[in-house]
C-alpha cells in the first residue's frame, strides 16, 4: 500500500496563490503516478492534473490549465500543485491520488490522501 499526506490547503482571495504537498511512503514503487483532484460540496469528484514521476507526461483538466502547475521532488517522493489566479469555483476539497496509470478517471488509482480544503473567497 501506499499512504498519501497532502498539505497546503486553505482560505485565500480570488486571484491569489497556494501551493498543495502531496507526500507519499510505503510502497512507492509500484506508483508511477500521481494525480490530483478536488471535490466541491455537491458535486462528483474531478480530475485536476496529473504527471508521472518522470515528468515526461503532465496533463491538466482544462479549468486549471495555465494557472495551476505540478511538479515532483523524486528524493523526497513528493508532488506539488502550485495553484495560481484562484477562481471561487476553485473552491473544493484537493485529493492526492497514486496510481500506475495515466488517467483523469480516479477509478484508474487504488491509493488516495485524506483530502485538503482549498476555499476560495470572492
Known amino acids: 500500500q501506499v499512504q498519501l499526506v497532502e498539505s497546503g490547503g486553505g482560505l485565500v482571495q480570488a486571484g491569489g496563490s497556494l501551493r498543495l504537498s502531496c507526500a507519499a511512503s510505503g510502497r512507492t514503487w509500484r506508483t508511477t503516478v500521481m494525480a490530483w483532484f478536488r471535490q466541491a460540496p455537491g458535486k462528483e469528484r474531478e480530475f485536476v492534473a496529473q504527471?508521472?514521476?518522470?515528468?515526461?507526461?503532465?496533463t491538466f483538466a482544462n479549468s486549471v490549465k495555465g494557472r495551476f502547475t505540478i511538479s515532483r521532488d523524486k528524493a523526497k517522493n513528493t508532488i506539488y500543485l502550485q495553484m495560481s489566479s484562484l477562481k471561487p469555483e476553485d473552491t473544493a476539497v484537493y485529493y492526492c491520488a497514486a496510481g500506475s496509470t495515466l488517467s483523469s478517471e480516479d477509478r484508474h488509482y487504488g491509493n488516495w490522501g485524506q483530502g485538503t480544503q482549498v476555499t476560495v473567497s470572492s
Open positions: 504527471t508521472d514521476w518522470c515528468g515526461d507526461h503532465t
